[in-house]
Nanobody, 120 residues
Framework: VQLVESGGDLVQSGKSLRLSCVAS????????MAWYRQGPGNQRDLVAS???????VYADSVKGRFTISRDAVKNTVFLDMNNLKPEDTAVYFC???????????????WGLGTLVTVSS
């Protein structure tokens, strides 16, 4: 599975952005899709995740401002980010946990990331 993110940009504090991530490949089914972020000098942390039939999970720092959603038919996950703050500045990575028809076991895929910069 390959993941490609888009939507990163430079925005002012208080503005909104939508990130998108499309999964592609052959004969796979996705279990969970998520967004992580890594700021300058920081580790990569979970922002939000979504799995069919469960309530999305959010980091405390983004609750009430970010919304994760998924289009299962198009294998796409979105992250709507509102009221952005300078501390949201980071590279945002898409993550997928999936099953392949060709190999047993759950697998992990990562995108290359998209940069979000929030100016004060």
């Amino acid at each position: 599975v390959q993941l490609v993110e888009s939507g990163g940009d430079l925005v002012q504090s208080g503005k909104s952005l939508r990130l998108s991530c499309v999964a592609s490949g052959s004969e796979f089914s996705i279990d969970t899709m998520a967004w992580y972020r890594q700021g300058p000098g920081n580790q990569r942390d979970l922002v939000a995740s979504t799995r069919s039939g469960t309530i999305p999970v959010y980091a405390d720092s983004v609750k009430g401002r970010f919304t994760i959603s998924r289009d299962a038919v198009k294998n796409t996950v979105f992250l709507d980010m509102n009221n952005l703050k300078p501390e949201d500045t980071a590279v945002y990575f898409c993550n997928a946990l999936y099953y392949s028809d060709y190999q047993p076991g759950r697998k992990v895929a990562w995108g290359l990331g998209t940069l979000v910069t929030v100016s004060s």
